[in-house]
T-cell receptor, first 113, second 111 residues
């Protein structure tokens, strides 16, 4: 199993540009989520999905869109990048249920100039 | 306010024990987790404890849970330089809800 994969590893954008961060998992997990990690802020949940076709907002959803058309993929879209979105982004997945060990991807480091 | 709280930094000497503390606020939490993040990497599950347990030991790791005070701790015995990382506490509440993470404690091990 490849586990949770994220692409790209690094990205530099200019303010106003759009892009999609890719996330895929091959463990047949129902649950997928996106976090951003900023110094001193820990992990903050952006969006999550409990299954294909179902998404919900987390703590900091503004400026980001998601969709879940398949079990495997959960892309995160930045429609108009802003410097405040400079961060490290992590995707995670798990089975649903009370014990749901989350598996994390290696992260995407995004810089918005 | 912050749901899960941890101190941000801890520094220990190699060979000493490290104790990382965490407090949470939701009494319905079912599982509590400790994740480890090494530099430049994602988080990996280190250990977990179910809410009806008081203690869990796994080699050098000991997790203590005080449900009355909503306090969780992670003790690392004989701390090594390879233990230098950020440690996140996380709680799983009832139902199909996301994990709630603390801000992480950066552990520095001095040789």
């Amino acid at each position: 199993n490849a586990g949770v994969t994220q692409t790209p590893k690094f990205q530099v954008l200019k303010t106003g540009q759009s892009m999609t961060l890719q996330c895929a998992q091959d463990m047949n997990h129902e649950y997928m989520s996106w976090y951003r990690q900023d110094p001193g802020m820990g992990l903050r949940l952006i969006h999550y999905s409990v299954g294909a076709g179902i998404t919900d907002q987390g703590e900091v959803p503004n400026g980001y869109n998601v969709s879940r058309s398949t079990t495997e993929d959960f892309p995160l879209r930045l429609l108009s990048a802003a410097p405040s979105q400079t961060s490290v982004y992590f995707c995670a997945s798990s089975f649903s249920g009370e014990y749901n060990e989350q598996f994390f991807g290696p992260g995407t480091r995004l810089t918005v100039l | 306010g912050e749901d899960v709280e941890q101190s941000l930094f801890l520094s220990v000497r190699e060979g000493d024990s490290s104790v990382i503390n965490c407090t949470y606020t939701d009494s319905s939490s079912t599982y509590l987790y400790w994740y480890k993040q090494e530099p430049g990497a994602g988080l990996q599950l280190l250990t977990y404890i179910f809410s009806n347990m008081d203690m869990k030991q796994d080699q050098r790791l000991t997790v203590l849970l005080n449900k009355k005070d909503k306090h969780l701790s992670l003790r690392i015995a004989d701390t090594q330089t390879g233990d230098s990382a950020i440690y996140f506490c996380a709680e799983k509440r009832e139902g199909n809800t996301p994990l709630v993470f603390g801000k992480g404690t950066r552990l520095s091990v001095i040789a």
